[in-house]
């Protein structure tokens, strides 16, 4: 679909993926039918803060959870959502430009479903919501309904960089207000830094040992566990 036909919130469902792709170029496993994984466009009027948008769907995954199965659910910054240790969902975003201009957002996300057995390499880092309703099955159609009317408004606060999504989007943040090891450009920091939460712009603000608070992209630095 050539791109000036994208309108803004068009969203694109696929029941299969045949080469499904995460952060990093790492590959997304989903078996056909099971799951939910689609696109969302949007067309934002300003073309700062970006990074947040991502950030307001994974929340709003982590409230539908919580929600409708009372489940509790971290947010591994800058992109999944975490259930019992374990990887629920994620998000990809890709901006296109034209120019200097942006001319739309395109969040690719994909959330574990019905999915029962995952491949030998992610078994043990992958969940999930029919192991957290026990094994029944999930009406797809219905968590998708739920899901997008809640996405919505907080895609509006995400646009306007509302300080009480900000705040909400923090204290669900994994490692919130703890010391945890950093790596940055790919090289451990000798000390642990505590995480402070993300700005306006999503990015993550930490404060160092020596009390300084600094700023990084996703593409910067990796956090690794609180403690280590």
């Given at each position: 679909m050539?791109?000036?036909?994208?309108?803004?919130?068009?969203?694109?469902?696929?029941?299969?993926?045949?080469?499904?792709?995460?952060?990093?170029?790492?590959?997304?496993?989903?078996?056909?039918?099971?799951?939910?994984?689609?696109?969302?466009?949007?067309?934002?009027?300003?073309?700062?803060?970006?990074?947040?948008?991502?950030?307001?769907?994974?929340?709003?995954?982590?409230?539908?959870?919580?929600?409708?199965?009372?489940?509790?659910?971290?947010?591994?910054?800058?992109?999944?959502?975490?259930?019992?240790?374990?990887?629920?969902?994620?998000?990809?975003?890709?901006?296109?430009?034209?120019?200097?201009?942006?001319?739309?957002?395109?969040?690719?996300?994909?959330?574990?479903?019905?999915?029962?057995?995952f491949?030998?390499?992610?078994?043990?880092?992958?969940?999930?919501?029919?192991?957290?309703?026990?094994?029944?099955?999930?009406?797809?159609?219905?968590?998708?309904?739920?899901?997008?009317?809640?996405?919505?408004?907080?895609?509006?606060?995400?646009?306007?960089?509302?300080?009480?999504?900000?705040?909400?989007?923090?204290?669900?943040i994994?490692?919130?207000?703890?010391?945890?090891?950093?790596?940055?450009?790919?090289?451990?920091?000798?000390?642990?830094?505590?995480?402070?939460?993300?700005?306006?712009?999503?990015?993550?603000?930490?404060?160092?040992?020596?009390d300084?608070?600094?700023?990084?992209?996703?593409?910067?630095?990796?956090?690794?566990?609180?403690g280590?």
């Amino acid at each position: 679909m050539p791109g000036n036909r994208l309108s803004h919130g068009l969203v694109c469902l696929a029941d299969d993926q045949t080469s499904g792709k995460g952060q990093f170029g790492r590959v997304w496993h989903a078996s056909p039918g099971d799951n939910l994984t689609f696109t969302m466009v949007l067309k934002p009027v300003r073309n700062t803060g970006l990074q947040l948008f991502s950030l307001a769907v994974i929340f709003a995954l982590k409230e539908t959870l919580t929600s409708i199965f009372s489940c509790e659910s971290r947010i591994k910054w800058p992109n999944d959502l975490i259930v019992f240790n374990k990887k629920l969902g994620g998000i990809l975003t890709e901006c296109r430009y034209t120019g200097k201009n942006l001319e739309r957002i395109l969040l690719g996300l994909g959330v574990n479903v019905n999915q029962m057995r995952f491949p030998a390499d992610i078994e043990g880092q992958a969940i999930s919501l029919i192991h957290v309703t026990d094994g029944k099955a999930v009406d797809r159609s219905l968590f998708l309904a739920s899901l997008m009317d809640r996405i919505e408004p907080l895609l509006d606060q995400a646009e306007d960089g509302d300080k009480d999504l900000i705040r909400n989007i923090n204290r669900s943040i994994q490692g919130y207000g703890q010391w945890v090891s950093l790596s940055v450009d790919g090289q451990r920091e000798d000390t642990p830094v505590k995480i402070l939460g993300i700005n306006e712009f999503g990015y993550m603000m930490v404060l160092t040992a020596n009390d300084e608070v600094k700023t990084f992209t996703h593409e910067q630095i990796r956090i690794g566990s609180a403690g280590s």
